[in-house]
């Protein structure tokens, strides 16, 4: 079953780059994001350490229901944050 937050971001944040292009799920990185931030990142690179660390866990990915998590490159984290609508999130 897909937690209640990862179908709100699903439904709500809106991905700008082509599904061509796209190697990852922007709701899924969102949400290892906002998980990270809770167990006390403090910035992207501590965002990002937390998610190299931790996301490809068993318990993470059967959370997220998925059997495979690409983790992204810092720089392509901080393209995250700058293409997601701040006002959506």
Known sequence: MEPELLKILKEHISEQARPQ???????VIMFLSIIAILMGAKNPIEVYKW????AKRKEIKKLLGVEFIRIPGRSRLYDFFEIVDKDEL
């Not at 292009?21 to 709701?27: D, E, F, T």
């Not at 998610?51 to 931790?54: E, G, Q, V």
């Open 21 to 27: 292009g796209r190697q990852y799920s922007l709701p």
């Open 51 to 54: 998610m190299k660390a931790n």
